[in-house]
């Protein structure tokens, strides 16, 4: 029996980024041709533990809450993204260094080396106060930064659609557009009933001024987001399934107070108390906290921020990150936002298609409308090519403000000019009307999950040194269910018998669905330390006892008339206590498989 001795060491980033380069976790893309900032490659156990990651996330979010699935094209055209409002707004903050030219977001070089935490959600004469205040230099070269000018910079990667006069279009900075300009089309999938769920994993792209800290912030990443639309007025989130779940928030108000601290209490506690006002945000927390902690994220060292009112997006009434602690730092893991229906809104609005479901009244209700019927006989010779966006705008102040047609006058705004109509030219009525229901714009409630920084959360909180009879050992005590691989399978030796034993055992455990590494390189000591290092739970090794016992069994069955079974015993190692037992060849696969699936413990063995 090993003798194991806890060293307990936090990593670092560069411990951590060394053994993922080494054991092809994941690396800098590109590396013969000297490599490109922001730009990661996953290697065969990094797209292993990525996809597991995935898989664990598509189950909980989309089949266990029933939601659809869709996988929209990683490139749109420039209307989405003007309805979207990313070509005004999705801007960072850029200082340029005067003496080496380095390019760096102003608000990380005052985070870096000031007290303020979140200098994102500064105006930009703010940024450069502080940076004059502090006398911030250069991370590059040391130069002063003092009276550069920060300027913003639209994050989003351009591109041309097609050859010749071509269609400008440019990369998703976020995977939900391609659910939201899809809305018409889904919600007929949804049989226009709300809720609703769509989720999407996909590629997002951002043109990030300053890359770093490996795969926490690149310009090619990973999302995976859950868009649920639900009628603002009728529909509630059963709370009772995670009112129970203990959460640690850091509320604004906290943040906000000199000695603020984090909080601990339940997610009805935090909804009863006001802390989270949007009972689908608090839903979507209870769900995800208890899933965070099974793909391995330490609690100790996990937490929900709300967004201050300085970062939130104006169209959002609550919004909370789901952070982990790496190094001393928090980041950013998720977000989750009520988005209100402005997505939907903006697309209809530069779209002319329809965003809306059909409400159905219990019972039909008579109602008064506004409406109107313009004289196209004057419209057309008045406004000529504009005559239909004038009825359109007639349309729009009928439904919004009727008074505005009681004068004799009625004035529009038409692409910055106003203009004065008269009234009897409008066509305006208002009539009685009975209506079955009516059109609303649905809310949409987003959970947003950054799935290479999930990624590197997991292994860097799965990190472990410890000794094992005397020798240093490193190991990722990954959780089973997103670990790349679940069981390595070895040889005792070099030799024929037992290779061809221990293959036969491995194709095995591959039929019964787990994914299993063969090795015969090196002593056992080397091959142990090698699963340990990638986090593989389990390591069987097949030697001269079990042949002997399974060649005993064969021969014992032979002579009763049974089946022959190969029945002898292997060695069953579990990775982080190191212990090992002794079990049957034939119930190998049903043994660990009842283990991976939680049903069955080691010890229990």
């Given at each position: 029996?090993?003798?194991?001795?806890?060293?307990?060491?936090?990593?670092?980033?560069?411990?951590?980024?060394?053994?993922?380069?080494?054991?092809?976790?994941?690396?800098?893309?590109?590396?013969?041709?000297?490599?490109?900032?922001?730009?990661?490659?996953?290697?065969?156990?990094?797209?292993?533990?990525?996809?597991?990651?995935?898989?664990?996330?598509?189950?909980?979010?989309?089949?266990?809450?029933?939601?659809?699935?869709?996988?929209?094209?990683?490139?749109?055209?420039?209307?989405?993204?003007?309805?979207?409002?990313?070509?005004?707004?999705?801007?960072?903050?850029?200082?340029?260094?005067?003496?080496?030219?380095?390019?760096?977001?102003?608000?990380?070089?005052?985070?870096?080396?000031?007290?303020?935490?979140?200098?994102?959600s500064l105006p930009v004469p703010e940024v450069e106060?502080?940076?004059?205040?502090?006398?911030?230099?250069?991370?590059?070269?040391?130069?002063?930064?003092?009276?550069?000018?920060?300027?913003?910079?639209?994050?989003?990667?351009?591109?041309?659609?097609?050859?010749?006069?071509?269609?400008?279009?440019?990369?998703?900075?976020?995977?939900?557009?391609?659910?939201?300009?899809?809305?018409?089309?889904?919600?007929?999938?949804?049989?226009?009933?709300?809720?609703?769920?769509?989720?999407?994993?996909?590629?997002?792209?951002?043109?990030?001024?300053?890359?770093?800290?490996?795969?926490?912030?690149?310009?090619?990443?990973?999302?995976?987001?859950?868009?649920?639309?639900?009628?603002?007025?009728?529909?509630?989130?059963?709370?009772?399934?995670?009112?129970?779940?203990?959460?640690?928030?850091?509320?604004?108000?906290?943040?906000?107070?000199?000695?603020?601290?984090?909080?601990?209490?339940?997610?009805?506690?935090?909804?009863?108390?006001?802390?989270?006002?949007?009972?689908?945000?608090?839903?979507?927390?209870?769900?995800?906290?208890?899933?965070?902690?099974?793909?391995?994220?330490?609690?100790?060292?996990?937490?929900?921020?709300?967004?201050?009112?300085?970062?939130?997006?104006?169209?959002?009434?609550?919004?909370?990150?789901?952070?982990?602690?790496?190094?001393?730092?928090?980041?950013?893991?998720?977000?989750?936002?009520?988005?209100?229906n402005y997505d939907l809104s903006k697309h209809a609005?530069?779209?002319?298609?329809?965003?809306?479901?059909?409400?159905?009244?219990?019972?039909?209700?008579?109602?008064?409308?506004?409406?109107?019927?313009?004289?196209?006989?004057?419209?057309?010779?008045?406004?000529?090519?504009?005559?239909?966006?004038?009825?359109?705008?007639?349309?729009?102040?009928?439904?919004?403000?009727?008074?505005?047609?009681?004068?004799?006058?009625?004035?529009?705004?038409?692409?910055?000019?106003?203009?004065?109509?008269?009234?009897?030219?409008?066509?305006?009525?208002?009539?009685?009307?009975?209506?079955?229901?009516?059109?609303?714009?649905?809310?949409?409630?987003?959970?947003?999950?950054?799935?290479?920084?999930?990624?590197?959360?997991?292994?860097?909180?799965?990190?472990?040194?410890?000794?094992?009879?005397?020798?240093?050992?490193?190991?990722?005590?990954?959780?089973?269910?997103?670990?790349?691989?679940?069981?390595?399978?070895?040889?005792?030796?070099?030799?024929?018998?037992?290779?061809?034993?221990?293959?036969?055992?491995?194709?095995?455990?591959?039929?019964?669905?787990?994914?299993?590494?063969?090795?015969?390189?090196?002593?056992?000591?080397?091959?142990?330390?090698?699963?340990?290092?990638?986090?593989?739970?389990?390591?069987?090794?097949?030697?001269?006892?079990?042949?002997?016992?399974?060649?005993?069994?064969?021969?014992?069955?032979?002579?009763?008339?049974?089946?022959?079974?190969?029945?002898?015993?292997?060695?069953?190692?579990?990775?982080?206590?190191?212990?090992?037992?002794?079990?049957?060849?034939?119930?190998?696969?049903?043994?660990?498989?009842?283990?991976?699936?939680?049903?069955?413990?080691?010890?229990?063995?």
């Amino acid at each position: 029996m090993s003798e194991r001795e806890d060293t307990a060491i936090e990593p670092t980033s560069e411990r951590l980024t060394e053994l993922a380069k080494r054991r092809g976790y994941f690396f800098q893309s590109s590396g013969a041709y000297g490599g490109v900032g922001g730009f990661y490659t996953f290697g065969p156990q990094g797209a292993a533990l990525k996809g597991n990651v995935e898989d664990a996330w598509r189950e909980r979010f989309a089949v266990a809450e029933g939601n659809m699935e869709i996988d929209a094209p990683t490139i749109m055209p420039e209307p989405v993204f003007e309805a979207s409002g990313h070509l005004e707004g999705f801007d960072d903050m850029l200082v340029e260094c005067p003496e080496c030219g380095e390019s760096h977001r102003a608000d990380h070089v005052v985070e870096d080396e000031t007290e303020y935490e979140d200098a994102e959600s500064l105006p930009v004469p703010e940024v450069e106060d502080v940076i004059a205040e502090y006398e911030l230099v250069c991370p590059n070269c040391g130069a002063g930064l003092a009276g550069q000018a920060v300027e913003t910079f639209n994050l989003m990667f351009a591109t041309n659609i097609g050859p010749g006069d071509s269609q400008p279009g440019y990369l998703r900075p976020e995977t939900a557009q391609g659910i939201f300009v899809e809305f018409p089309r889904l919600k007929e999938y949804a049989r226009n009933q709300l809720p609703f769920g769509v989720t999407q994993i996909g590629r997002a792209y951002r043109n990030e001024i300053s890359p770093r800290r490996s795969i926490i912030r690149t310009r090619e990443f990973t999302q995976a987001e859950l868009e649920y639309f639900v009628d603002p007025e009728t529909d509630e989130p059963d709370l009772s399934s995670v009112e129970d779940v203990e959460v640690t928030l850091y509320p604004a108000s906290e943040q906000n107070a000199e000695d603020g601290s984090e909080i601990e209490m339940t997610i009805g506690e935090a909804v009863a108390e006001g802390i989270i006002t949007d009972q689908w945000v608090a839903y979507f927390l209870g769900v995800a906290k208890p899933w965070y902690e099974a793909v391995g994220v330490d609690m100790d060292r996990f937490r929900y921020r709300q967004h201050l009112s300085g970062e939130r997006a104006h169209y959002a009434s609550d919004c909370w990150d789901a952070e982990s602690e790496i190094d001393g730092n928090w980041i950013e893991m998720s977000g989750f936002a009520h988005r209100g229906n402005y997505d939907l809104s903006k697309h209809a609005e530069h779209s002319g298609d329809r965003f809306t479901i059909f409400r159905q009244y219990d019972e039909p209700k008579t109602v008064e409308r506004a409406t109107v019927d313009p004289d196209m006989s004057y419209l057309g010779p008045e406004f000529g090519g504009n005559a239909q966006a004038v009825v359109g705008k007639l349309e729009d102040l009928a439904a919004r403000d009727r008074s505005a047609f009681d004068g004799e006058a009625v004035e529009i705004d038409l692409e910055g000019e106003s203009h004065e109509l008269p009234v009897e030219k409008t066509g305006f009525a208002v009539e009685e009307q009975t209506e079955a229901g009516e059109h609303i714009t649905p809310h949409v409630v987003e959970p947003s999950f950054g799935i290479d920084r999930l990624v590197y959360t997991v292994l860097h909180h799965a990190y472990r040194e410890d000794e094992v009879d005397g020798e240093e050992r490193t190991f990722l005590e990954l959780e089973p269910e997103v670990a790349p691989t679940f069981v390595g399978v070895f040889p005792l030796q070099s030799d024929d018998e037992l290779e061809a034993e221990a293959r036969d055992i491995a194709a095995d455990l591959r039929e019964a669905g787990l994914s299993v590494t063969y090795d015969d390189s090196g002593n056992i000591g080397r091959r142990y330390r090698r699963q340990d290092e990638v986090g593989t739970p389990f390591c069987v090794t097949v030697d001269y006892e079990s042949i002997e016992e399974s060649e005993a069994q064969r021969a014992s069955d032979d002579a009763s008339g049974d089946t022959p079974r190969a029945n002898g015993g292997v060695t069953v190692r579990e990775r982080d206590s190191t212990a090992q037992k002794r079990l049957p060849i034939d119930d190998l696969p049903e043994t660990l498989s009842a283990i991976r699936a939680g049903d069955l413990e080691f010890e229990e063995l």
